[in-house]
Structures are given as structure tokens and as C-alpha cells.
């Protein structure tokens, strides 16, 4: 039997670590976009002194678990460095260096899918690098690779709950702590799920949106 | 093939540098003195130490470790944690001390412990009066007696070692806690509990009906756990300190009265 009436007195906890999941996954997401257009361009240069580092980079944080990067930033660099990032810290920019690795690969094949031709014509018209960049290739490439750039969003919001291993008070934590008191672990845990969809459903509808709008502006 | 020998090559360089981490050389003493700050694990082992959802600490060793920080003239500050790197915390800097932990062998290579505050250790528990005259330790002792316990857990292990040739029934998804049922239910003949935590919560449901063996201020000597603080391993001034302040607030009465107040069954079950 499902008893809610304990757990409306912790909705309050639920609203802050709710709140720390969307900080997380902000603040992930910003360094995972600028950090992943960077590798997605270096990882398609000529010059191997960039695309080599790069690679190791991707296949480095693609291939190894996101609990351990988090772990491993949270605990290594304090004792490598004595620069300590705090668990928050940790666990943005830990989520952020991953999400980079998988959102280059998907920069790099929507940079990929734009014709040759366009580079060159840009070229011919006098556009520069950065200014082809901007105007001509990036929104062109985005629009091929916006389905999978939600769909890693997504994951990334739901990853943000392996925060909770280092201690960062964040939903599932909240969660966890909560079925802790109250012995109630399957109301406890249902509102977890209840926010998760709260918070990434509408992500997933806005990206709908977007790519609706895009591929009508195409036609 | 040449790709995946540079990743070898840097995963092993990145290893090495990991694993040769300096010690520090300052006392954690003067650390926590020039911070203004005692830094604790906030780790989760009701009733010593438990967080609530809303972020505060509860429980036995939180009072202790006031009195602490009060005693250092710091303020106390408990980091959210988890039990699984605890310890690595300690090197690593993120804490001064890692309450609640069971001083053991492996963890004394790598932090230094206070004198035990508490032992958490094992008693047998029947029903009263039961037709196995289950009354002594040895009684157990035998093929005819059945044990409710949670497979592969420390009750698991100490009931081997305790009644090596009574039989075991195992459970899976469930505590000692729970099990009791069986007993109560007459479908097993006994369990392993911990005291003083689950028999207090026992003895508070079941009090009258209940047999505990060979006493609840008299454990069995198996594998018990002897709780204690740890900190940064060969910090001698770090040592001294925590060895003298433990042994004021034992003196003073203090220590025994605040762990007294926290093993009740309200506490334990909600700490809160």
C-alpha cells in the first residue's frame, strides 16, 4: 500500500534537490557544448598535434564510467594537486568533460554531413574560418544531429543521480535519505522517478519542437 | 594496434603519478585549527550518525563531535558521504574525521583509529521458553536448530562460526530485523542479531517473548565491531589530542550518557 501522506512533509527536500539536479545538468551541459564543439573541430584537423590528443580524450572518457570520472575528480585531484573542487565541483565538471566526449562525436558527424562544397563556396566568397563556422556549416550540421544531441541531454539529466555517490545532496540522494527515515523506500523512490520525468520531458518536448520548426523552415 | 598501446601507455603514466601522492606534513591539529573548521564524513550508521533530507546530521556522534569542534573553539562542519570512500577521504583531504567505523586491521594500514567508543557485536535470539531449551551458546550447537538468516551476510557468517552444525535457512532481500518474524512465527528457531542496535529495536517490539543469548550486555566474541573515529594515519599530535579529549568525555560520564540517550528504539528508528 502506497502511503503518501510521509512523505508531503519532505516535498520541501525534494524541491532543493531537485533544484541541485538542474544546476548539475546546466551547468554540465554548458561545459559539455563548448568543451564538445572544440574536440569535434580538433578532432577533424589536419594537424595530428590536435586531432591525436583529441581522440585519446574522446575514446578516454567515452569508454570509462562516469561514477569513476566523478569519484576520481572528487578524490584524485585533491590528492594529485591539493586543488579540491567540492562535490558539486566534481560532479559538474566530471559530467561535463563526459558529455563532451559523446556530444563531439555528434558535432563532428553533423559538421561531417554538411557537403565539402559548402566550405569551399564559403571560402570563394571570402568567409574566413570561424565566420564559415558560424553562418554557413554549424547550422546546418546542427540541424542533421539535433535528435541525438536531445537524447544525450537527456541521459546527462538522468546521469546527474550518480552525484549522489559522492555525498552532492541532489534528487536521488534526497530520495535515498528520505526512504531512510521514513522506511518508505517505494513512495520515496516514486517521487524521485516523478521529478526525473518532470524535469526531462520537457527537454525532450522542446527538442521536438525545434527540429519541427527546422525541418518546416527547410521545406 | 599502435592507438591502443599509447592509451595503455598513458592509463599506466596516469596510475603511477596518481599513486605517488605526497604525505603532508602538518598536522591535521593545526590544519582544522587554522581553518576555524572541524570537517566530519557525514556517513550514514543510525543511531551513531545519520543525515536527514534536509541536509542536518543526527545522532550520537554528531553530539560528540559538537563537543569536539566546541573543544577546539571551530565550528563543526559534517560533508554529505558515502561509506564506500569514507576512508579514501581522509588521505585525500576531504575530512579530518570519519565517524562510526569498525576499527579493523585493513583500515589501520591506511588511517589511525581512537580508542572503540562502542562494539556493536553479536547474541543469539530465541523465543522464551522454547522447546529446544535454547538457553546456552552451546545449545545452538546443533542440527536440529534452524537459523533464520539473510544469505551471505555478517549474521550469516557469525552463526557459522558460532553454531557451526546448526542448520542454516537463508533469506534473501531482508535483515535480521525482519527474520525475527520466522522466530516469532515458531518457523525457525533463532537469529543473529547485533547488539546494542537491532536488540534494541527487538526487545522494544517483542520484549517479553524473546530469549537473548548469552546476554544483551554480554555478547558473543565473534566478529564484532569496534567502533571508533578515524583520522590521518601517523598524525601524532592529531593522536594525542583525539586520545585525550575521548578520555575527558569518558571520565566526565559524558561519552556514555550521550550514546545511552541515542540507543533507543526512537532514535534508532528514526533518528530524526
Known sequence: MLNSATIVGYLPDYLAGALLTLELALVSTSIGAVLGLALALTRRSRYRVLSW??????????TTPPLVQIVWLYYGLPLLFGFDLGAFGAAAVALGLNVAAFLAEIFRAGIAGVDRTQWQSARVLGLG??????????????????????????????????????????????????????????????????????????VALGFTTIERRLSLARA | MRKLFVLVAAATALIGFLTSGAAKAQSVLDAIKQRGELRVAGVLYRPLISPRPNGEYVGADVEVMKLMAADLGVKLNIINSEWATAVAG?????????????????????????????????????LKGNPKDLTTVE???????????PSGSWSESVAKEGAPRATLKEFGQSTSSDLIQEVVAGRADAVVMDTPIQ????????????????????????KACHVGYAYRKGDTKMRDYVDGFMKKLRDSGKLQSIIRQYMTPEQIKAAG
Not at chain 1, 590528443?53 to 567515452?62: L, Q
Not at chain 1, 540541424?143 to 541532489?170: F, H, Q, W
Not at chain 2, 572503540?116 to 553479536?122: L, N, R
Not at chain 2, 550447537?141 to 537459523?147: A, G, H, M, S
Open chain 2, 139 to 149: 545449545a545452538f550447537n546443533r542440527p536440529e536448530v534452524v537459523f533464520a538468516v
Open chain 2, 199 to 222: 536488540i534494541t529495536m527487538a526487545l522494544a517490539s517483542y520484549g517479553d517473548k524473546l530469549e537473548v543469548i548469552p546476554g544483551v550486555d554480554k555478547p558473543l566474541d565473534i
Open chain 2, 90 to 126: 581522509i588521505a585525500a583531504d576531504k575530512w579530518d574525521i570519519v565517524p562510526a567505523l569498525c576499527i579493523t586491521d585493513a583500515r589501520k594500514q591506511v588511517v589511525d583509529f581512537s580508542e572503540s567508543y562502542i562494539t556493536i557485536a553479536p547474541v543469539f535470539v530465541a
Open chain 1, 129 to 202: 574560418f570561424l565566420d564559415t563556422l558560424r553562418f554557413v556549416i554549424l547550422p546546418q550540421a546542427i540541424r542533421n544531429v539535433l535528435p541525438p544531441i536531445g537524447t544525450t541531454i537527456i541521459y546527462l539529466i538522468k546521469d546527474t543521480a550518480i552525484a549522489s555517490a559522492i555525498g552532492t545532496p541532489e534528487l536521488l540522494r534526497v530520495g535515498q535519505l528520505v526512504a531512510n527515515e521514513t522506511f518508505r523506500p517505494a513512495e520515496a523512490l516514486t517521487i524521485v522517478a516523478f521529478a526525473y520525468f518532470v524535469l526531462t520531458y520537457p
Open chain 1, 53 to 62: 590528443p583529441t581522440y585519446v580524450y574522446i575514446e578516454f572518457f567515452r
